[in-house]
């Protein structure tokens, strides 16, 4: 059973830093791997999607990794502000049981 | 491009009363999903129809719990009769295709359930 972790459960830093979130998970036998962002009383908004074939990608200050040998995703965000506060989760689409299954999320808070 | 939506945005009811929540997804996309928010976990999938026709209702409790996707556009999932533990964040979502064509994935806003 696919089992996706996000370790620390949250997060506090000062305006300015660049912040890695890490995304491990444990049946590499996905289609692709996606991160999203959680505000408050909100749903969910895509961030970047992998397909398993690729390594990484970028959207403006945002860059995933995806290293599906060893199950684990990273989230880059450069030069973090105050707007990136907010619940960030990852999801892995499992081949075979055709399901994306989430991690808990990790919780941002960029302190101005 | 309109987005994902939902209704009602919140509904407080009595246990045993049911509920039912709405879901109309982006224009085209062929498959929905209904999953379940805890509060501080991350969502649980309930059911994925792909057109009218649904794909995985493994983890939905069907003894109170139904889903409906009527023409393979909009959907309604219906709680009868609500229990406590099913106050949650119910999010429908949509994706144009499924499995290794399942690309991104579009959330709406959610409808908040409380059962007192």
């Known amino acids: 059973k696919q089992e996706v972790t996000q370790i620390p459960a949250a997060l506090s830093v000062p305006e300015g830093e660049n912040l890695v979130l890490n995304c491990s998970f444990t049946d590499s036998a996905i289609y692709n791997l996606q991160w999203f962002r959680q505000d408050p009383g909100k749903g969910l908004t895509s961030l970047l999607l992998i397909q398993s074939s690729q390594r990484e990608q970028t959207s403006g200050r945002l860059n995933a990794s995806l290293d599906k040998s060893s199950g684990r995703s990273t989230l880059y965000i450069a030069a973090s502000q105050p707007g990136d506060s907010a619940t960030y989760l990852c999801a892995v689409y499992q081949g075979g049981s055709e399901k994306l299954v989430f991690g808990k999320g990790m919780k941002l808070t960029v302190n101005p | 491009e309109a987005g994902v939506a939902q209704s009602p945005r919140y509904k407080i009811i009595e246990k045993r009363q049911s509920v039912a929540f709405w879901c109309n997804p982006i224009?085209?996309?062929?498959?929905l999903y209904w999953y379940q928010q805890i509060l501080g976990q991350g969502p649980k999938l309930l059911i994925q129809?792909?057109?009218?026709?649904?794909?995985?209702d493994s983890q939905l409790p069907k003894d109170r719990f139904s889903a409906e996707r009527l023409k393979g556009v909009d959907s309604t999932l219906k709680i009868q009769p609500a229990k406590l533990e099913d106050s949650a964040v119910y999010l429908c979502?949509?994706?144009?295709?499924?499995?290794?064509?399942?690309?991104?994935?579009?959330f709406g806003e959610g409808s908040r359930l409380t059962v007192l």
């Open positions: 979502a949509s994706s144009l295709g499924d499995g290794i064509e399942m690309g991104e994935l579009f």
């Open positions: 224009s085209g996309h062929a498959t």
């Open positions: 129809f792909q057109n009218n026709g649904v794909v995985d």
